[in-house]
């Protein structure tokens, strides 16, 4: 089975220019979360999708951050303009949709670096 | 408001030591569930355990262990025999009705399990 898939792996970028990120979770999957994970600390929930509705987005700064998931599968997260402080890997998860939290399962993350 | 503190940063041991990873917890819900996650230097996050807070029964799979004291409100994890394949950084979460069964992770502790 394949596993949540997500690119770029890695981004280096200048402040106040834009990027995105892509992610393709498991099939069937009707569960999609965006974490950001800053370097040292746990992973802090951004958006979550189910299907492609917004279930919760009440820690994205939507200033500059925006997600969209088209079709209830694949997704994308952009941030524009980016700040040195948006440094950070930003992982996708995706999840089983059920009346339990359930089992996450992660991608490898995109790494960020804002210079 | 829900927390999760891992108070220890950074654990190391020699091979086949045992180690407890500490994880205390603060929410207000009287149902919640409490996770532990590892991640390896790959990136992606690894589910390894889901509790609810009604089952304080501790569990064992393998060399893992779980210790869950809802009266100290803590939720400890112990590797017996460590490998050194357990080197990675793991984190403990927790989720609850009320809040959308959004995961609140904490720091994360990173193990090193030297040969």
């Known amino acids: 089975e394949a596993g949540v898939a997500q690119s770029p792996r890695y981004k280096i970028i200048e402040k106040r220019q834009s990027v995105a990120f892509w992610c393709n979770p498991i099939?069937?999957?009707?569960?999609l979360y965006w974490y950001q994970q800053i370097l040292g600390q746990g992973p802090k929930l951004l958006i979550q999708?189910?299907?492609?509705?917004?279930?919760?987005d009440s820690q994205l700064p939507k200033d500059r951050f925006s997600a969209e998931r088209l079709k209830g599968v694949d997704s994308t997260l952009k941030i524009q303009p980016a700040k040195l402080e948006d440094s950070a890997v930003y992982l996708c998860?995706?999840?089983?949709?059920?009346?339990?939290?359930?089992?996450?399962?992660f991608g490898e993350g995109s790494r960020l670096t804002v210079l | 408001a829900q927390k999760v503190t891992q108070a220890q940063t950074e654990i190391s041991v020699v091979e086949k030591e045992d180690v407890t990873l500490d994880c205390v917890y603060e929410?207000?819900?009287?149902?919640?569930?409490l996770f532990w996650y590892k991640q390896p230097p790959s990136g992606e996050l690894v589910f390894l355990i889901r509790?609810?807070?009604?089952?304080?029964q501790n569990e064992i799979s393998g060399r893992y262990s779980w210790n869950f004291q809802k009266s100290t409100s803590s939720f400890n994890f112990t590797i017996t025999a460590s490998q050194v394949v357990d080197s990675a950084v793991y984190f403990c979460?927790?989720?609850?009705?009320?809040?959308?069964?959004?995961?609140?992770f904490g720091g994360g502790t990173r193990l090193m399990v030297k040969p």
């Open positions: 099939s069937g999957h009707a569960t």
């Open positions: 998860a995706s999840s089983f949709l059920g009346p339990l939290p359930g089992e996450l399962f």
């Open positions: 999708f189910q299907n492609n509705g917004v279930v919760d």
């Open positions: 509790r609810n807070s009604f089952d304080e």
């Open positions: 929410t207000r819900d009287t149902t919640y569930y």
């Open positions: 979460a927790l989720s609850s009705d009320n809040a959308g069964n959004m995961l609140t």
